[in-house]
T-cell receptor, first 113, second 113 residues
Framework: GENVEQHPSTLSVQEGDSAVIKCTYS??????FPWYKQELGKGPQLIID?????GEKKDQRIAVTLNKTAKHFSLHITETQPEDSAVYFC????????????FGAGTTVTVRA | DTAVSQTPKYLVTQMGNDKSIKCEQN?????MYWYKQDSKKFLKIMFS???????INETVPNRFSPKSPDKAHLNLHINSLELGDSAVYFC????????????FGPGTRLTVL
């Protein structure tokens, strides 16, 4: 099955700086890579996703890049703000009858004011 | 409007008891999921249902029994609760399968004493 590794496990950044979280996946057939943000006491919420036919996607201060050859994808948050503090999860899945979304272990991001 | 709702939000119970968690989605999605999030924040899929049919059962003890009375509901019943069942349980739904965005509920924190 798919194995998703996520680094780092914790990340502390100064407000205004950038944050980068990296994930690698094992199944070369995976073709969908979402990123979720989980705030304290809440469920994970999708913030951005990318499919395997695209190398990069951007939404305001958030961007995701995908390197299919190396089987890794990254989340980039620019101009970080205190409200970006949360746990971020990457995930991967593949098209087909398998309805499983495999998650990374999460990165706790703290933005220092 | 609440997209994916779960009840109860908190559940505290004794070992050996039987309990249920309810989940409802009003998004018209075909697929629903149950995830378990342990104390280290790791998200692990437990079950997936598509159009009321069980798709995934991820090596979950048979003390856990999901029930989907219709496409909009996926309830989780747990028999003979054990200390290790303490976790946060999330329900989620998606339009079709794993390559679609999954929308998570707010979670149910289960504490087994």
């Amino acid at each position: 099955g798919e194995n998703v590794e996520q680094h780092p496990s914790t990340l502390s950044v100064q407000e205004g700086d950038s944050a980068v979280i990296k994930c690698t996946y094992s199944d070369s057939a995976s073709n969908y890579f979402p990123w979720y943000k989980q705030e304290l006491g809440k469920g994970p919420q999708l913030i951005i996703d990318i499919r395997s036919n695209v190398g990069e996607k951007k939404d305001q201060r958030i961007a995701v890049t995908l390197n299919k050859t190396a089987k890794h994808f990254s989340l980039h948050i620019t101009e970080t703000q205190p409200e970006d503090s949360a746990v971020y999860f990457c995930a991967a899945s593949r098209r087909g009858n398998d309805y499983k979304l495999s998650f990374g272990a999460g990165t706790t991001v703290t933005v220092r004011a | 409007d609440t997209a994916v709702s779960q009840t109860p939000k908190y559940l505290v119970t004794q070992m050996g008891n039987d309990k249920s968690i309810k989940c409802e989605q009003n998004l018209g999605h075909d697929t629903m999921y149950w995830y378990k999030q342990d104390s280290k924040k790791f998200l692990k899929i437990m079950f997936s249902y598509n159009n009321k049919e069980l798709i995934i059962n991820e090596t979950v003890p048979n003390r856990f029994s999901p029930k989907s009375p219709d496409k909009a509901h996926l309830n989780l019943h747990i028999n003979s609760l054990e200390l290790g069942d303490s976790a946060v349980y999330f329900c989620a739904s998606s339009p079709m399968g794993s390559t679609d965005t999954q929308y998570f509920g707010p979670g149910t924190r289960l504490t087994v004493l």
